[in-house]
């Protein structure tokens, strides 16, 4: 079942608190991610409806780890094909940094390959390929072999220079910036896993904080930058579609942020 997005602007004191905000850090000017009702609310986030802060953030921990079903690493490979299927071209996926749509059968690991890309870097925190948070499809998404070694295991944030395939993406020396059209997603997707691994289940805590070059501490960064552009890039029908065919076939979760982007600033 797909949600039904009904969009509606925040209140006068929530915009009074945004631009309060804004006096103390300039370069946060992006306006707040509208309130959403979806069809999940009176089901699947009945328990956190109505929270902020910490115990939304709980809420939803308990809520996204609930009846999980996790995949093998090879598992993934079919997946995206289906997650990451390109919508004018059902033989393609679309590559996440680059925005290039290429044959799914190119998968691999050559030159001219797609590969699967850890938004959540592996690093950060150990996560292996084990089954588990490196293997979550939540943050897992095609890209080139070369774009994906470009963006390494870098923290996210804003600056650096394009390079070839970069479909806008750009990177320097401690950062990586992706393309405008999925600077949201990768907000999404960092803070869902932000939410979902809490060290409660043998893997390290994962959480955002606000520096790059956490190496290979359990943390991404920069979470100022990612507030930005989750505001900036609202979901767009693609990452709306991909949230419902985890949800439905695969992983039978949900990227609570894709669906109330306004939570990510409830809770942080």
Do not use: C
Not at 17 to 24: D, K, N, S, Y
Not at 199 to 219: C, R
Not at 245 to 259: C, E, M
Request: aromatic share 8%; charged share 20%.
């Amino acid at each position: 079942m797909l949600a039904t997005h009904i969009r509606r602007w925040k209140s006068v004191a929530l915009t009074t608190a945004a631009v309060l905000v804004g006096l103390t850090a300039p370069a946060l000017t992006a306006t707040p991610a509208a309130a959403t009702t979806t069809a999940y609310d009176s089901t699947y986030y009945k328990n956190a409806i109505g929270k902020t802060g910490t115990s939304l953030k709980s809420s939803l921990h308990t809520i996204i780890s609930a009846n999980v079903t996790k995949l093998s690493y090879s598992a993934l490979w079919d997946a995206l094909k289906n997650t990451d299927q390109d919508p004018n071209n059902s033989g393609n996926v679309i590559l996440l940094y680059s925005g290039i749509s290429r044959s799914k059968t190119l998968n691999g690991g050559d030159s001219g390959d797609w590969n699967r890309e850890h938004v959540w870097a592996i690093s950060h925190g150990d996560l292996t390929t084990s089954t588990g948070p490196g293997t979550d499809l939540h943050h897992i998404r095609p890209e080139d072999v070369a774009v994906n070694g470009k963006r390494g295991n870098l923290d996210f944030d804003e600056g650096g220079s394009t390079f070839t395939n970069s479909g806008g993406s750009k990177v320097d020396s401690d950062s990586f910036e992706p393309r405008d059209a999925v600077k949201g997603d990768v907000a999404r997707m960092i803070l869902y896993m932000a939410v979902r691994y809490e060290g409660d289940d043998g893997f390290a805590n994962l959480e955002p904080d606000d520096k790059v070059n956490n190496g290979s501490n359990p943390y991404i960064g920069k979470l100022s930058v990612l507030k930005q552009w989750n505001d900036e890039d609202p979901p767009d029908s693609f990452e709306e579609n991909r949230n419902n065919v985890i949800y439905t076939t695969y992983q039978h979760n949900r990227n609570p942020f894709i669906d109330h982007p306004e939570w990510v600033d409830a809770i942080w």
